[in-house]
């Protein structure tokens, strides 16, 4: 029998991984993660350092200049997709939380890209529906309430250009997928893992780094 392919990560192997980055010894990501870490449990919403990176890579390998965020926080990986943007390029974020959103605009303005971004507070939902009929997007980045994720996928999938990328957070969450009963977040997940498997409008992978990171690109 061959060897799977994959490898479990130790702790001393996880930091090896995130130091062979872009960015790895970045001094303002690394002031924003720890002001974040002072929040206390809630920090853990925060992506990680490695798909900060990557999230950046994406969006300037498909050429993106229009993106959406849903779920921004203290604004990590929507300071990742701005710096990666060019300089003329648009983020929207949306979020609930005026107080954490405090964190990330003081951030942006730090690192100068707070004039590529548009912060709206408030359901996202109500938000996508309100947004203007001719709107479009490259690149979309879903990181909110779980079960919420098939609803937004649904709203955002037609605004999305051909070959745009729509991104989803936590998508194993927590490894709590394999056995979603009884918890209403993993279900949703779970679901929506097998639904967009076998969605024909999409090309779909689930990538195995942080707590699972599903990309889809519309077909």
């Known amino acids: 029998m061959s060897r799977p392919k994959f490898l479990t990560l130790t702790p001393q192997l996880y930091d090896y991984v995130c130091a062979q980055r872009t960015a790895a010894h970045d001094p303002l990501l690394e002031r924003l993660r720890t002001d974040t870490d002072t929040l206390g449990d809630i920090s853990r919403m925060q992506i990680s350092r490695e798909q900060g990176t990557f999230l950046a890579l994406l969006t300037a390998a498909i050429g993106a200049r229009r993106v959406i965020e849903l779920g921004t926080f203290t604004g990590y990986s929507a300071l990742c997709f701005a710096r990666a943007l060019p300089d003329d390029g648009h983020l929207l974020c949306l979020d609930l939380s005026a107080e954490w959103t405090a964190i990330a605009r003081r951030y942006w303005r730090e690192a100068g890209v707070d004039k590529k971004i548009e912060l709206r507070l408030g359901p996202a939902a109500e938000h996508l529906l309100n947004l203007d009929p001719a709107e479009t997007f490259d690149l979309a980045f879903i990181d909110a309430d779980k079960t919420g994720y098939d609803h937004y996928y649904e709203l955002l999938l037609p605004r999305l250009r051909p070959n ?5 957070d936590n998508m194993l969450y927590g490894g709590h997928v394999l056995k979603p009963k009884g918890d209403e977040d993993a279900q949703a997940i779970h679901a929506l893992n097998r639904k967009l ?18 990309i889809c690109r519309k077909c």
Request: proline letters at 9%; hydrophobic letters at 60%.
């Open 164 to 168: 745009g990328l729509i991104l989803f």
């Open 197 to 214: 498997a076998a969605d024909p409008r999409v090309e779909a992978v689930l990538l195995p780094f942080a707590d699972g990171l599903q």
